[in-house]
T-cell receptor, first 114, second 116 residues
Framework: DQQVKQNSPSLSVQEGRISILNCDYTNSMFDYFLWYKKYPAEGPTFLISISSIKDKNEDGRFTVFLNKSAKHLSLHIVPSQPGDSAVYFCAAGGSGGSNYKLTFGKGTLLTVNP | GAVVSQHPSWVICKSGTSVKIECRSLDFQATTMFWYRQFPKQSLMLMATSNEGSKATYEQGVEKDKFLINHASLTLSTLTVTSAHPEDSSFYIC????????????FGPGTRLTVT
């Protein structure tokens, strides 16, 4: 049972435009959400996070929006740059226990075209 | 800040041998580290949670005796793949939880293991 879903395996965007990556979750116990960026053959890099007490968090070109009632979050990248081309993973934490495990989605491959 | 190193970055070993992978948090103390495995074009699969000074917690389906995890200090965790077989070939990634933040995990660069 996939608790964190990224339904779009890939997304292609023109340089300078907005990239919107989506993520849905099913476990209402999740209360903390993160986005990671990953290049091939490298470990994921932490981008931005949001707690369930907020509905928006912004860091430079990256903004994460959380809609708890819809169990949906999105990552906006504005403006998109070719260097943003990578796989983006959505992750969620807080499913219970004190081990701070994260549950990851399957990722979305973002391609930013010059 | 929040840098995690992993060594080696790649390793080739023969079937039946054991391989040790090290994961270090360089600029923070990590009471909790995690070991993941990634298959081609797939998501990160959590193998186990490693807590400093205690036994690792393995995810369902992960063989404890095959994937030995040791977290001897606040900055070092090791994963040993024992009696490796070709099906163990994969990309192994560790992460460390920064206790200064809530859930943020910082990942190492990964280790490509090829068993021949």
């Amino acid at each position: 049972d996939q608790q964190v879903k990224q339904n779009s395996p890939s997304l292609s965007v023109q340089e300078g435009r907005i990239s919107i990556l989506n993520c849905d979750y099913t476990n209402s116990m999740f209360d903390y959400f993160l986005w990671y960026k990953k290049y091939p053959a490298e470990g994921p890099t932490f981008l931005i996070s949001i707690s369930s007490i907020k509905d928006k968090n912004e860091d430079g070109r990256f903004t994460v929006f959380l809609n708890k009632s819809a169990k949906h979050l999105s990552l906006h990248i504005v403006p998109s740059q070719p260097g943003d081309s990578a796989v983006y993973f959505c992750a969620a934490g807080g499913s219970g226990g004190s081990n701070y495990k994260l549950t990851f989605g399957k990722g979305t491959l973002l391609t930013v075209n010059p | 800040g929040a840098v995690v190193s992993q060594h080696p970055s790649w390793v080739i070993c023969k079937s039946g041998t054991s391989v040790k992978i090290e994961c270090r948090s360089l600029d923070f103390q990590a009471t909790t580290m995690f070991w993941y495995r990634q298959f081609p074009k797939q998501s990160l699969m959590l193998m186990a949670t490693s807590n400093e000074g205690s036994k690792a917690t393995y995810e369902q389906g992960v063989e404890k005796d095959k994937f030995l995890i040791n977290h001897a200090s606040l900055t070092l965790s090791t994963l040993t793949v024992t009696s490796a077989h070709p099906e163990d070939s994969s990309f192994y990634i560790c992460s460390a939880r920064d206790p200064r933040h809530r859930y943020e995990q910082y990942f190492g660069p990964g280790t490509r293991l090829t068993v021949t």
